[in-house]
């Protein structure tokens, strides 16, 4: 079955680059959209954006002007930056794919297992 | 954004119990309203979709209903196992999630 798997700095400090791949195994990266989904510590869900295997794009309008979501498919591999980071953007970052083909919002029927990023000098 | 909220925030409830979480939409979204469970250091688990779709392996203990702007998810009878948060989440439009509802042991 389809697994994804987070992975990328678990500091970072103020004012520079968050950058988190999530790499797609056990089955194919096509078709598919693929988001990046983040939740602070104790608090709620918050969807920063997605990408599509054709590489089209989508995010969060409060974060769109810092993020940059990319999608290398020869290696089943799609990637998040987000600039300028604050204390706030502290949180466990999961990857996640709707289980529906073709659609970028439908219910997220797998996820990575999450990783958490501080950001702290 | 359409802006999602869940009521009550935190609940108690004992094993056995009927349990019912709302979630309403700032604006109608026809039935695209999922739920998710989380237990604390794990992913999010989907649970229903499209409003009243059970995903395949959840119990049928849990259900959904409704559309357009009020939602609600059902558990008929409470298994230990239930005690976690629950999230809704509209896909209408831009995604946006429920606060949350954190289901405890009474």
């Known amino acids: 079955q389809v697994q994804l798997q987070e992975s990328g700095p678990g500091l970072v400090k103020p004012s520079e680059t968050l950058s988190l791949t999530c790499t797609v195994s056990?089955?194919?990266?096509?078709?598919?959209?693929w988001s990046w989904i983040r939740q602070p510590p104790g608090k709620g869900l918050e969807w920063i954006g997605y990408?599509?295997?054709?590489?089209?794009?989508n995010s969060s309008p409060s974060l769109r002007s810092r993020v940059t979501i990319s999608v290398d498919t020869s290696k089943k591999q799609f990637s998040l930056k987000l600039r300028s980071v604050t204390a706030d953007d502290t949180a466990v970052y999961y990857c996640?794919?709707?289980?529906?083909?073709?659609?970028?919002?439908?219910?997220?029927?797998?996820w990575g297992q999450g990783t958490m990023v501080t950001v702290s000098s | 954004d359409i802006q999602m909220t869940q009521s009550p925030s935190s609940l108690s409830a004992s094993i056995g119990d009927r349990v019912t979480i709302t979630c309403r939409a700032s604006?109608?979204?026809?039935?695209?309203l999922n739920w998710y469970q989380q237990k604390p250091g794990k992913a999010p688990n989907l649970l229903i979709y499209?409003?009243?779709s059970l995903q395949s392996g959840v119990p049928s203990r849990f259900s959904g209903s409704g559309s357009g702007t009020d939602f609600t998810l059902t558990i008929s009878s409470l298994q230990p196992e239930d005690f976690a948060t629950y999230y809704c989440?509209?896909?209408?439009?831009?995604?946006?999630f429920g606060q949350g509802t954190r289901l405890e042991i009474k």
């Open positions: 996640a794919r709707p289980a529906t083909v073709g659609t970028p919002w439908d219910g997220f029927n797998i």
């Open positions: 056990g089955g194919s990266i096509s078709s598919y959209y």
């Open positions: 990408i599509h295997y054709s590489g089209s794009t």
């Open positions: 604006q109608s979204i026809s039935s695209h």
């Open positions: 499209t409003a009243s």
């Open positions: 989440q509209q896909s209408y439009s831009t995604l946006t």
